[in-house]
């Protein structure tokens, strides 16, 4: 379970307070309009702010003290997943071990990952040459690569234009059963968490409303 | 959770910078202490009141401002003409040619305006032909001249640059109004210049307030001295320290006050070095053969010079020049000096700009990072003959410093280029980190590893761009090693200077074209080296 318990941040004149407590095993959809706190949310629990006050735990241990990068957490942006100048292998690579030192199992997972968003063969492929769409499912296979429990979302398909953005969903909500992640999207669009079969919250005035 | 043991054992953020400010504190702080701590033994009163140094003073400003006048009321006419003249064959060479100041060294192209303006040159046979008074390049007259020649140029490119930004729609609708060409000059081309105007004038007047190699070669005696030549002299030939100190602390005074003018005026302008290629298009359809002339005569007296120092580089004393064993050791000497002052520069630049951004992205602390910044740009308030006459106090108790020559050098000369390379590194490093910092912080990627693969790869043209400018200033500064060089140990621009004040033209002209060279030399080898190859 994630729980965030009377997790309070404030910038500004802007105040957030944060209570909520997913399953693990889950899909759960963050609404709200832009300025509306969406991505402080998921860059509190990420580890990229640090919170006023209250805690965030998974599996009954606070995150805090961790940083960023040893969390049981990983990222999809909305773009810049990629580092252009790097190939695919590099840009995978770096989810496994960031000197990208991989041994033959992990290059075995690394090929894996790559079948498993449909860019099967494309390793050695400069990460410049991609489209938008598929930039997205490079960054989901190094999201699954390091296997961690927790996917967090920010705005991944409004990039992308609708066919690519229909198929990307469909490809993000099998990832997730299959791999059983605990997700969290935040997201401007009641498609995407349709698309998702995400319990939705919709943040409002800082605070997040109980499940419609 | 598999990574979770790995514990990061990488330097602190705060390392590079820390480095780059403890070494600027060392080269300029440490300095600095020294003369204020001497001054305190002077009677500054009386220094200052002597009648020569207030003449000095005087003329410092007097010859700036004029300079700048200068400058900047030609540039304007020749961006309006090339503004108007979007397409003609050698304009982007000839704009190319404004920003060469940068590379060519300063007393090279001394040597070639003295062959073109001098008292043999062909200004001065064509003045005599027609039976007119010949014109002196020595003393004022000069001096202007030779600032114009470095500062028109970079006036009129950022005159340009602001020109060529002015939307199209503006020229479209004053077409369709009917506009005729002095409200076009009204409503849309002035405008442009004038918000330039307060910029680009403090610019041009620091360069030249503390301009030394022009004064020193083309002005001299009590009649056309500048503060920073004064110094030169006190401390070289009179061995008058009193003087020299207090005429540095005048000059650290003057210098903090432009730099504070420069940034409440906005520096903005000066950063203008890349220039935007838009589809360009022409709303005027006169004014050709006006235009035409203040082209054509501008390159002329751009060119001339250059070309006129290369005509005559090969003469009689060539094969004497280039084989004198003096030459030899001072293209030597340059050559080291240039590297060791660029690679020290680019490395206090680097230091400096990775703790900085760090601050500005990860901290969210964008005002200090400027600030961290900003120390680099030191020796626009302490010049480098103030520093050379603070570090001259500070070393003479303990060593010989006309041996330490070189290494001095370096040092002064690698401040010199900082702020340059600042400039050059602080939009890619930036842009580096600025779209993946997220990424990079959650895949946890640091220190060795994210500058081998994430800043490097973005960062080797800069940094061979910023290596490549920094080393051919200090291969082309003839500022610190006048105050620190002798017989022993000269560098290629000394060595000019002495052949040019012996009088000894052709070699003077043999050796500028050697030095022209070596500079381009560094200046293409050093970006080719290390960054790589062009458009890759």
């Known amino acids: 379970?994630?729980?965030?318990?009377?997790?309070?941040?404030?910038?500004?004149?802007?105040?957030?307070?944060?209570?909520?407590?997913?399953?693990?095993?889950?899909?759960?959809?963050?609404?709200?309009?832009?300025?509306?706190?969406?991505?402080?949310?998921?860059?509190?629990?990420?580890?990229?702010?640090?919170?006023?006050?209250?805690?965030?735990?998974?599996?009954?241990?606070?995150?805090?003290?961790?940083?960023?990068?040893?969390?049981?957490?990983?990222?999809?942006?909305?773009?810049?997943?990629?580092?252009?100048?790097?190939?695919?292998?590099?840009?995978?690579?770096?989810?496994?071990?960031?000197?990208?030192?991989?041994?033959?199992?992990?290059?075995?997972?690394?090929?894996?990952?790559?079948?498993?968003?449909?860019?099967?063969?494309?390793?050695?492929?400069?990460?410049?040459?991609?489209?938008?769409?598929?930039?997205?499912?490079?960054?989901?296979?190094?999201?699954?690569?390091?296997?961690?429990?927790?996917?967090?979302?920010?705005?991944?398909?409004?990039?992308?234009?609708?066919?690519?953005?229909?198929?990307?969903?469909?490809?993000?909500?099998?990832?997730?059963?299959?791999?059983?992640?605990?997700?969290?999207?935040?997201?401007h669009s009641h498609h995407d968490a349709t698309a998702l079969n995400a319990n939705t919250y919709t943040l409002v005035n800082g605070r997040l409303d109980s499940p419609t | 959770m598999q990574q979770i043991s790995r514990t990061s054992r990488q330097p602190p953020w705060w390392l590079p910078g820390s480095l780059s400010v403890l070494a600027i504190a060392a080269l300029a702080g440490l300095p600095l202490l020294a003369l204020v701590n001497e001054a305190s033994n002077i009677e500054l009163i009386d220094t200052i009141s002597d009648p020569y140094n207030q003449r000095v003073i005087q003329f410092s400003f007097y010859q700036a401002i004029l300079s700048t006048l200068l400058s900047v009321i030609l540039a304007i006419p020749l961006a309006i003409a090339l503004s108007r003249e979007p397409r003609f064959f050698g304009r982007n060479l000839l704009i190319n040619l404004f920003s060469l100041s940068l590379v060519i060294p300063t007393i090279v192209a001394i040597v070639g305006m003295v062959s073109v303006f001098g008292r043999s040159g062909l200004i001065n046979q064509l003045l005599q032909t027609v039976g007119l008074q010949s014109f002196s390049i020595y003393g004022l007259h000069g001096i202007l001249l030779a600032h114009v020649f470095f500062n028109m140029p970079l006036a009129a490119r950022i005159f340009l640059q602001s020109l060529e930004k002015i939307p199209q729609e503006q020229w479209r609708l004053a077409v369709q109004l009917g506009l005729p060409s002095s409200s076009r000059w009204r409503f849309i081309e002035w405008p442009a210049i004038r918000s330039q105007l307060p910029g680009i004038s403090i610019l041009i007047f620091a360069l030249c307030f503390t301009s030394f190699t022009i004064v020193m070669t083309l002005g001299g005696g009590p009649r056309a001295t500048t503060i920073e030549v004064a110094i030169y002299q006190a401390l070289r030939f009179d061995f008058d320290i009193d003087t020299a100190v207090t005429l540095a602390l005048i000059q650290l005074i003057l210098c903090s006050l432009i730099m504070i003018a420069t940034h409440s005026f906005g520096a903005q302008t000066a950063q203008g070095i890349s220039s935007i290629k838009l589809p360009h298009h022409t709303y005027y359809t006169s004014g050709h053969y006006l235009n035409g002339l203040i082209i054509g005569v501008a390159a002329l007296f751009l060119i001339t010079p250059l070309a006129s120092l290369f005509a005559k580089a090969f003469n009689p004393t060539t094969f004497s020049v280039i084989t004198h064993s003096k030459t030899l050791s001072a293209v030597i000497n340059s050559t080291v000096v240039a590297l060791c002052a660029g690679a020290l520069a680019v490395a206090m630049g680097i230091g400096l700009q990775l703790s900085a951004r760090h601050l500005r992205i990860r901290l969210n602390k964008d005002s200090s990072g400027k600030v961290m910044q900003l120390l680099g740009n030191v020796i626009l308030v302490i010049p480098p003959v103030v520093l050379g006459t603070g570090l001259f106090i500070l070393l003479r108790p303990f060593a010989d410093v006309f041996a330490l020559a070189l290494v001095i050098v370096i040092a002064i000369n690698s401040l010199m280029a900082l702020p340059f390379v600042l400039r050059i590194l602080e939009g890619p490093v930036l842009q580096a980190a600025q779209q993946h910092d997220r990424l990079i912080q959650s895949l946890g990627i640091h220190g060795v590893i994210r500058w081998r693969l994430l800043d490097w790869p973005l960062l080797k043209k800069p940094?061979?761009?910023?290596?490549?400018?920094?080393?051919?200033?200090?291969?082309?500064?003839?500022?610190?090693?006048?105050?620190f060089g002798s017989e022993r140990i000269t560098t290629l621009p000394l060595l000019l200077y002495q052949r040019i004040g012996s009088y000894r033209h052709y070699e003077a002209l043999t050796t500028a074209v050697i030095l022209l060279l070596l500079c381009l030399a560094l200046f293409f080898i050093l970006q080719r080296v290390i960054g790589g190859k062009a458009n890759a």
């Open chain 2, 463 to 483: 940094i061979g761009y910023s290596m490549a400018i920094a080393s051919t200033l200090a291969a082309g500064d003839l500022s610190a090693i006048a105050l």
């Open chain 1, 1 to 187: 379970m994630l729980e965030l318990n009377e997790l309070r941040f404030s910038f500004g004149k802007d105040a957030y307070q944060f209570d909520l407590s997913v399953d693990t095993h889950s899909t759960t959809a963050i609404m709200g309009k832009s300025g509306s706190g969406k991505s402080t949310l998921l860059n509190l629990i990420a580890g990229f702010l640090k919170p006023g006050s209250g805690d965030v735990q998974w599996q009954q241990e606070s995150l805090l003290s961790l940083p960023t990068e040893q969390r049981p957490i990983t990222t999809l942006f909305q773009q810049h997943n990629l580092f252009p100048h790097l190939t695919i292998h590099q840009n995978l690579a770096l989810g496994i071990n960031p000197s990208l030192k991989l041994d033959q199992e992990q290059e075995q997972q690394l090929r894996q990952s790559l079948d498993a968003v449909g860019m099967t063969g494309m390793e050695n492929q400069g990460a410049i040459s991609l489209s938008g769409g598929e930039q997205q499912r490079v960054a989901l296979a190094r999201c699954l690569l390091r296997q961690r429990p927790i996917l967090l979302m920010d705005e991944p398909f409004s990039a992308l234009d609708e066919a690519t953005r229909e198929s990307m969903q469909a490809l993000t909500r099998e990832t997730i059963k299959n791999n059983k992640l605990c997700a969290i999207i935040v997201t």
